[in-house]
């Protein structure tokens, strides 16, 4: 399959062999106009060609379609077929998922009266229709629903009722099923079918088993699909993935490339092919996007980055990793944030040269109990600053001290963790080896010393005040509560007033917004993008 006119370079071809096409990219890029040509290249050849759009054939011809653009379509087979003596009009003609029907119909009534009309013997089937398949495939779909043609028309009822109503009474997703099942065995033998916007009004949890029972009908067809959504091209397993990236208009070419298959390795490919249609650098963090405070926080800190959550610390790393691995092909640069937790200083300074932010925090929670942070909430809200903060400051450390020895426990455990995976992963020429270095291992730890250094470390962090050293190693979610920061800076107690006067604040435009993001960013020690005054106004997704 050849592929469109390339920008400064030659047009890539796709192997004969390949049944599933993807094209994505960012909004505005070309993708339709790249499809379009696509098209236009298979009939030039003399190549069959079928497409499908849901949103035509549910809310009729999009304003300025021209009659030439519906060629290959549904709607061009019923225009040829109602021109037929034999063909009924059952229907008013209302769009094109009416026009299927109708098809469906009449060859439903051609088939009965051939039956009826033809020599057969007692026991005789009547011979399988399009719409019988159709049905009975709508019905695995959606289980609780029942479809029967009756009368020269479609009938539904729900399971438990016992209203009969006709196609107009569908939801949108539940008429979408039925316009691809049937529209794609009006594809002729052996065609390219194109497909608009596959993932349009059905639901996330059955787009892909939709699609997969869409392409079973059809093994002979190839299918092209354009895309807003990276999950559904990251669902198609086999599909060669186009990135359009951007279109020329003057000269009619487009600068994309193929996405390699299994590029992605521990990043999700949903995932990446999302940030494929961003132009901003990615910086991938810990948490989900909904409940954690990371994916609330960091876009509206670090608004020059596209901001992607990926659950945990390991995927962040491993998806840094990848991602700047495959610069050669998408040219984002790629970063990561994971907490602190009880990583020591080499383990920061290493992660810190793999492109992966750590904060001089134990976790996302103590950024908000930075002073300049504390300072900037209090201030907004017309408290004094230097008080709230002093009384935040007492309660940390007298939360610490009762906490310390159990601290100093959980930091010992990381370390002999992570000195143990370091020095086990030797080679060793007998078990005997393997066991004599496990049993010297385990002396030269000496575990009750480094409990003992850090208690004696975090005493002295008591004695001096230490307030910054302590967030840096203390990983207590119930510090938020606990120092009431939010009941002294005049909202009501609890953890998520505060974050939430944090994140409201971060969208204004006020002095204190600029405050809390420079002392977040310092807590960083890196060199990030300079900080605009006016923050997006929302965090991306």
């Not at 439903?108 to 020599?119: H, P």
């Not at 086990?424 to 009750?448: A, Y």
Request: glycine share 6%.
């Amino acid at each position: 399959m050849k592929l469109p006119d390339r920008t400064k370079s030659q047009p890539l071809e796709l192997p004969d062999d390949i049944r599933q096409v993807a094209v994505i990219g960012a909004n505005g890029a070309g993708k339709t106009r790249f499809t379009r040509a696509l098209i236009e290249e298979h009939r030039e050849a003399g190549r069959p060609v079928f497409r499908l759009s849901v949103l035509r054939a549910i809310y009729g011809d999009p304003a300025g379609e021209t009659e030439t653009s519906q060629a290959d379509t549904v709607g061009a087979i019923f225009a040829e077929a109602e021109n037929r003596p034999a063909f009924m009009h059952l229907r008013s003609r209302r769009g094109e998922l009416d026009e299927l029907i109708a098809l469906l119909l009449n060859e439903e009534i051609a088939s009965l009266m051939d039956f009826k009309t033809s020599r057969h013997t007692s026991g005789d089937q009547l011979p399988e229709t399009k719409i019988d398949r159709v049905l009975e495939l709508w019905r695995t779909v959606f289980p609780e629903n029942n479809a029967s043609a009756n009368g020269g028309s479609l009938e539904f009822t729900r399971t438990g009722s016992h209203d009969r109503y006709q196609h107009l009474r569908l939801s949108d997703g539940e008429k979408a099923v039925l316009y691809y099942l049937g529209g794609v065995l009006y594809a002729p033998e052996k065609a390219m079918v194109f497909v608009d916007t596959p993932e349009l009004f059905l639901h996330t949890s059955s787009v892909t088993r939709v699609w997969d029972i869409i392409e079973a009908l059809r093994p002979d067809c190839r299918f092209v699909y354009t895309t807003h959504d990276p999950d559904f091209a990251s669902s198609r397993s086999n599909a060669a993935v186009i990135w359009v990236k951007s279109f020329d208009a003057e000269a009619r070419t487009w600068d994309y490339d193929l996405l390699p298959q299994n590029s992605s390795g521990a990043l999700p490919e949903g995932v990446y092919m999302a940030i494929l249609g961003s132009r901003r650098p990615v910086l991938f963090i810990e948490g989900d996007a909904i409940h954690s405070i990371d994916s609330r926080l960091y876009p509206l800190v670090f608004p020059e980055y596209m901001v992607r959550p990926l659950g945990s610390c390991n995927k962040v790393i491993e998806a840094v990793r990848t991602f700047n691995d495959l610069t050669s092909f998408h040219h984002l640069d790629s970063r990561g944030i994971v907490d602190r937790d009880r990583r020591d200083d080499r383990e920061v300074a290493y992660l810190r040269r793999k492109n992966i932010y750590v904060p001089d925090v134990a976790e996302v929670e103590n950024l908000l109990l930075l002073e300049g942070v504390v300072k900037a909430v209090a201030s907004y809200h017309g408290k004094s600053p230097e008080r709230v903060f002093n009384s935040v400051r007492r309660s940390i450390l007298g939360q610490f001290n009762k906490d310390l020895r159990r601290q100093a426990l959980l930091h010992t455990r990381h370390r002999v963790k992570m000195t143990m995976s370091y020095r086990i992963d030797g080679r060793f020429n007998s078990i005997s080896d393997l066991e004599r270095h496990i049993t010297q291992l385990t002396m030269e730890l000496s575990p009750r010393k480094i409990y003992e250094d850090f208690c004696r470390q975090f005493k002295r962090y008591l004695q001096i005040g230490d307030y910054p050293a302590i967030l840096r190693v203390y990983n207590q979610k119930s510090m938020l509560p606990g120092c009431n920061v939010a009941g002294l800076c005049g909202l009501p107690q609890g953890r998520n007033p505060y974050v939430d006067a944090v994140i409201a604040i971060l969208r204004t435009k006020s002095p204190q917004a600029k405050e809390i993001r420079s002392t977040i960013a310092e807590a960083f020690h890196q060199e990030l993008p300079d900080v605009p005054d006016e923050p997006a106004a929302e965090p991306e997704d």
